[in-house]
């Protein structure tokens, strides 16, 4: 199966079961105060769906389930799910029912608790399911970290983070005083909030004074290199076939030594130089300087110990080597520390760890609303390679875990048409005792729906600039 197909089913997976389990969250505090559900689809239906209860063949085959009061279906748009709840404006948009006299069993005729609890349900299934997920993670397949102390080749940095005081080789252990236990993701994040950090430099502790207001997050990680990375020996994980590195003689294992006459020692190293020559590439270099850089002259070593072989690669139209390099994890893979959870220490466990997560997504939604994060938000493409390429339960499980963090977090933010504004409008009538009119509840619906339409058209304009460019 390709690429494609694997990262696709995995994205439609964890899109079907966040869309039940969300919707299912409405559904349940619907049921449970009486209120009637007519309508409960995974998907939107715009105009025809894929799969429904009212069907006629499901009718012949299952004659009372589709005579129940809430019609369950699959649309065609993946875009989301709903449940229509009776005697309320939402996506339906069905404003001549709430023409009508209200009735007992609709939502309108609860109480404000009642109302705000089957809207908040949503919500608080997202969050409630991913700490669940991240506490099973935990209890199936423990946990692996690399504590910052093994980390013995310490780590590249860019420009930028020179420029700041950090030198190659040097291993933060320390932001504002705290204790930097392990090397994951969030270290970029715990640096660029720090007023100061320290690090290990030729065995001694260093103190670095960070910017007034901390380190752009975005810019850390979008730059090319990042601000930093682990330093790993430039040896050689696999090569392609038919490629310039397979050619030249080059095998899994070999050590490259020297590129274009200038010496290799991490993997940092390799990738300045080829940047260097990209750069070149970009500012509309001649043809003779485009074939010219097509040959690179590079010393690699297959074995430890033998006299380096010193070629000049013939590279293809696209200046690829056909190399793989060898990942700092299976470099470190001696030097991980495995924690197992029992059943009930994986609970407290998961919990903290979602707690950390959400911590962190809502401290990086500033970003959002900057140039730099605008240009990231992204919409299937983006969230569709968050999957690894390869079926991966463990890793399947844990983004789920993330985009239903991220669904929360989104759900719960008071723009109409999410249930954030339908919440933060039943906030209002519960202290002004007076409920907005089914004419602004309209109308607030259609802004709402404006905004999220605008918000996705952005998200797919993202991705396809990075597809084509």
Known sequence: MSVFWIKTLQLLLCFALLIVLHEGGHFFFAKLFGVRVEKFFMFFDYKFHLFSTRDKWFARLFPKASKNETEYGIGWIPLGGYVKIAGMIDESLDTEQ??????????????????????????LVNFLLALFIYAMILY?????TLPMENISYGFAYNEMAEGLGFQDGDIPVKADGEHIEAWDADVYRTLSKAETVTVLRDGAEVTIAMPEGGVNLLEMIEQDPRFLSVNVPARVDSVLPSSAAAKAGMKSGARILAVDGQDVDWWGDFDQLMGRRADVLAADCSHADSLRLRSLPIVFSNEEGTTP??????????????????????????????????????????????WETLKGYVSDL???FTKKGAQSVGSFGTIGNLFPAVWDWA??????????????????????GLDGGHIFFLLVEAITRRPPSDKFMERAQYVGMVLLLALMALAL????????F
Request: proline fraction near 6%.
């Open 98 to 123: 709430m023409q009508q006299p209200v009735q007992p069993d609709e939502f309108r005729a609860k109480p404000v608790w009642q109302r705000f609890l089957i809207m908040v349900g949503g919500v």
């Open 309 to 354: 072989d010193t070629v000049v690669l013939q590279l293809d139209e696209h200046y690829m080597l056909g190399i793989v390099k060898l990942p700092y994890q299976l470099f470190y893979k001696d030097d991980y520390v495995h924690h197992d959870y029992g059943f009930w220490e994986s609970i407290p466990a998961g919990i903290a760890y979602g």
């Open 395 to 416: 890793a399947f499980w844990s983004i789920t875990a993330f985009i239903s963090i991220i669904l929360a977090v989104m759900n719960i933010l008071p723009i109409p």
């Open 140 to 144: 199936t397949w423990g946990r692996d």
């Open 461 to 468: 304009f993202n991705d396809a600039m990075k597809f084509l």
């Open 366 to 368: 500033r970003y959002v």
